[in-house]
């Protein structure tokens, strides 16, 4: 498989998401920004705001070139002189507290060596964590891991829970999801079926995002939900800006700072040590944002 | 001049800072939390919130102490086995859109090898960036370097333009201030010459302050304003979280999360690829946030 015919897939997939979000959402349509990369390549980023589900969100499409850096080198630890990189990445900020924050990302990396390999991921941030609604959403994510490979699911759960994880709050982002990362020939399946994977999961992305939307938008709040939503908000950013190794590796090598960044929401708030109080909706949701939470209950 | 004797000299600079912030405030008072650091040492972090000028701030105080991590060994190039760590740190976020963001820091560092250290720095973050008021607070600072060193003003200046810049953004953070590190004594000066510039530095603090508050809050402003404001807390948030050396370092090395992310605002915005209109008071602002602004205009 051609590296542009896996941009082209990319393509299709982030139009695929695009149109099926818009559904979602149901108001406001994405708008387009098409930008080139000065060393090579480029991007269409889409920017949703304002709607009746989504504040603020993107789907970005990448598909980049060119030289190998000093930079990379040293973070990527490349070996080789051309690059190619393509990928789609998605953050959703719904404006009820009672819709999560959704997360997604698949991407292909290649080097002129030869050297291929693809990573990825999709989790969950819900303002307010309800069990039974990160089971609905890990079930969805197992089924798509489990046609892939048998230990997949188990595997990339555990690595999105160490991946999405905020050592400073010693605090998971939320209920996790799965995170994979260097999957190449090495993993026993062939460029084609990884491929196919991460089409299947960005496939999968629309129809896990409107279970958890048709759950939580039906459900009223006040000022109180809207301040704890933008404390977790808050969180969201600390994350992204301080630990989120895409974040600050699109940063560090001039990335296009707006289309990264879209991955912050519209408003945040940080009140000093702010601690909910004890037996509500909010220290429960607090109690669960740990590693190892076995969702599906899969280990009982 | 001992080691304790320093960290004591900051506690009262603490205590004096506080009086001052209080008097400008004029309405909401500091709380204290006491802290204890496993590993020795402690601190005491001073918040104040909701105030007549401050919505938010802290002025804190630490000296800790203890055994070289291998991460402080590798972040800091340290030689030696135990460290001891004293300083004074001040944000403030003002509610009014015209008074700008304050920042103050100056620190001790003291190895078991015998050497030792002094770092600190004041900037300025006006959210709306006027000549006249950025150049008052320079002369401020400049009249207490020129007493310390005859270059310090100038070659400090420098230091904060390309200290408090955010690359991803290529925009400083406001109009700087100074910024120094690794002052010890092959800087021409005595340990105790050092420590008295640190503390008139500290001194200076509330009075340059002062100076900004007064001609900043007798200013009116609507919400267009506010939302600019929040507009500029972001990119503090995104200076502090990405590049702030301090910042990441104290969230890496176990530091109290909640003493250093006092530095974050109540609130802030991001909104996607957000530009000013031409000829406004905010796109003047975003024209002036550069290095190397002649502010006193020492070189006409």
Redesign the interface.
Known sequence: MDKFLIANQFEHLQDHICKKVQEIDGVAFFKE?KWQREEGGGGRTR?I?EGGVIE?G?VNFSAVHGPVSDLMKKQLGLDGKEFFASGVSIVLHPFNPNVPIIHMNVRYFEMDTGVFWFGGGIDLTPHYVIPENAALFHAGLKKVCDRFKADAYESYKNWADDYFFI???DETRGVGGIFFDHLDGQSGKSKDEILNFCIELGQLFPEVYQQQVELGKVKSYGEEELQWR?IRR?RY??FN??HDKGT?FG?LTGGR??S???S??????????YEPKADTAEALTLSMLKKGVDWLGLNN
């Open positions: 920004d920017i705001e603020k993107g050592p400073h709050r933008n808050g950013v600390e800006l301080v600050k940063l700072t707006e990264i960044l879209m912050l929401p519209k408003e945040a708030n940080w009140f000093y040590n």
